[in-house]
């Protein structure tokens, strides 16, 4: 067990550019989740799959921004078009089905918008 | 909708002193309640949880409890060592198993 792993741990682009994150879950789990945490914030909710099925994506911050799980393996999200806003750190976690809300968190993709 | 409530930080304390983080939360029906930690440089990691009114979580000497009459999960350890400095977060689960946190709490502990 590896754990959550995420890439890259750090991007910087330019304002206008797409950037895309990776997720791999740790392999029993089936539920997905991508957060999004600013300096001195705690994680915010954007998206929640269960096997490939995006099941929660009302909390997407615009449609700028989607995420995707073809095989029900490792995620994406896709920010197209950043902005300055858009900085912050975006956290994977995955659970299992069985847990209570027992999530486990990769270490994050860091991205700096200039 | 459901919101969480953390006591603001930074809270620095010397080693072997009594710790609290204060917790309150609002949510409609029953959610369970967390408290999760992050290390320098690492990720967030559960470090309690308590699912129903009136139970303690507890883990690494860190203890709290679910009380539903006043809405809060406040977090304890009796004496706090300097590997304990971390951001503590405060959280409740709603639909589909999402976590609203709160702020987070950054305590130092000083030798």
């Known amino acids: 067990d590896t754990g959550v792993s995420q890439d890259p741990r750090h991007k910087i682009t330019k304002r206008g550019q797409n950037v895309t994150f990776r997720c791999d879950p740790i392999s029993e789990h089936n539920r997905l989740y991508w957060y999004r945490q600013t300096l001195g914030q705690g994680p915010e909710f954007l998206t929640y799959f269960q096997n490939e099925a995006q099941l929660e994506k009302s909390r997407l911050l615009s449609d700028r921004f989607s995420a995707e799980r073809p095989k029900g393996s490792f995620s994406t999200l896709e920010i197209q078009r950043t902005e300055q806003g858009d900085s912050a750190m975006y956290l994977c976690a995955s659970s299992s089905g069985t847990s209570t809300g027992e999530l486990f968190f990769g270490e994050g993709s860091r991205l700096t918008v200039l | 909708g459901n919101s969480v409530t953390q006591m603001e930080g930074p809270v620095t304390l010397s080693e072997e002193a009594f710790l609290t983080i204060n917790c309150t939360y609002t949510?409609?029906?029953?959610?369970?309640l967390f408290w999760y930690v992050q290390y320098p440089g690492e990720g967030l990691q559960l470090l309690l949880k308590a699912t129903k009114a009136d139970d303690k979580g507890s883990n690494k000497g860190f203890e709290a409890t679910y009380r539903k009459e006043t809405t809060s999960f406040h977090l304890e350890k009796g004496s706090v060592q300097v590997s304990d400095s971390a951001v503590y977060f405060c959280a409740l689960s709603g639909s589909a198993r999402q976590l609203t946190f709160g702020s987070g709490t950054q305590l130092t502990v000083l030798p």
């Open positions: 949510a409609t029906g029953y959610p369970s």
